[in-house]
């Protein structure tokens, strides 16, 4: 039979809770995760996060790309989200927002993406879209809003600048406070800090042209189909000029100036922009919105006309001055009238295009 050797049991127990000591750390504790860092790294203006009176005197144009840069000392990062956030006088605080180009944020303002593999056919708006405020962007190209008050000289009066040929002016409005935040997050769920740039941006007016898919209607006599084409033009330095979205108005008014009540008249419609361009449909019948109503003739002289009201609103959220054209809506006016198919028309639609005039109409065959 083996003895038991009292004084060997202790000396192992000794030994092994020296290892499991040991196993714990240098310093005798578990090491913790740590979170990952990030900053911004490259935009344009003064690098500020205070505001001051050098940042107050010199804003900077409205569009920036910003760029940012990430780390995580014990891990991968895996994916960014960011946000903008306005100045709110009102609150005396900063409010989320969303801007063109991201128009979809959740409810603390962090801009939605959509996640790896997802459709991106849904639109984000939809509920079946699967979303996520993490990316892999490390790049953005934000629009901040630059649609402050209208700018006041000493006498109180609106300023404006002059454009173009000195022909036209537009308003200048006061720059708007924002910022842009950023964090990232690593592959053990850690989040880092928020990065954060503060902005004070400006932006000029821009200015509205209307016409209509044959050219200049302008006092001219027109059917009861029209194609209204609205032109931003801008005036920012290194920004294309683009619309965020257009807004017009119809009116009908006698020869004395007075209003003659339509249904639908009076009232602003939105139309979404492309780029630099914005269309409106108006027909005669109940498939646009609004309907347009033929004018009251003498033989071939008008005894009313139609008035065209429309402003654009440019992606820093600055409006245009309206612009408005005026002309007489008569009904069998087809002038010079040729066909063909529409090739953003759904089923058998076909656009029936002549000066002055556009229909829609589905073809019997």
């Known amino acids: ?45 003064i690098d500020s996060t205070d505001i001051d009176e050098e940042w107050e005197n010199n804003p900077t144009i409205f569009q920036q790309d910003i760029w940012w840069s990430a780390s995580d000392p014990d891990g991968t990062v895996e994916g960014y989200a960011f946000k903008v956030e306005v100045w709110d006088e009102n609150l005396r605080g900063y409010t989320a927002i969303s801007t063109p180009g991201f128009e979809y944020i959740d ?59 000195g022909a036209d002016s537009v308003l200048v409005y006061q720059p708007v406070q924002s910022r842009f935040l950023v964090k990232c997050i690593d592959n053990s769920g850690l989040e880092s800090n928020t990065a954060i740039k503060l902005f004070n941006s400006s932006s000029s007016a821009p200015k509205v042209i209307i016409s209509s898919s044959q050219g200049e209607i302008d006092g001219e006599t027109v059917g009861t189909g029209l194609l209204i084409e609205f032109t931003i033009l801008d005036f920012d330095p290194l920004v294309s000029a683009q619309a965020d979205f257009f807004e017009f108005m119809l009116m009908k008014m006698d020869e004395a100036g007075n209003e003659i009540y339509e249904d639908g008249y ?49 992606i820093a959220g600055i409006p245009s001055r309206t612009d408005t054209i005026s002309f007489a809506v008569k009904e069998g006016f087809y002038p010079g009238t040729f066909i063909y198919n529409g090739a953003e028309q759904s089923g058998n639609d076909v656009w029936v295009l002549g000066q002055n005039h556009f229909v829609t109409y589905s073809d019997p065959s």
């Open 107 to 165: 409810n603390d303002g962090w801009v939605y993406h959509y996640q790896t593999g997802a459709n991106e056919n849904i639109p984000m708006d939809d509920p079946d879209a699967h979303l996520t405020i993490w990316s892999q962007l490390l790049h953005a190209k934000i629009n901040f809003p630059a649609n402050g008050e209208p700018l006041l000289d000493d006498n109180g009066d609106p300023v404006y600048q002059e454009i173009l040929d």
């Open 266 to 314: 009076g009232e602003w419609y939105t139309t979404v922009g492309e780029d630099d361009k914005g269309y409106a449909v108006l027909t005669n019948t109940g498939y646009t919105t609004p309907r347009i109503y033929p004018n009251s003739f003498v033989g071939d002289e008008p005894q009313d006309h139609t008035y065209l009201v429309a402003r654009a609103f440019d």
């Open 1 to 45: 039979m083996f003895k038991v050797s009292y004084r060997l049991i202790l000396i192992t127990l000794l030994i092994t809770t020296l290892v499991f000591i040991s196993a714990c750390g240098r310093k005798g504790k578990v090491e913790l995760d740590m979170a990952p860092t990030i900053e911004i790294t490259s935009y344009t203006g």
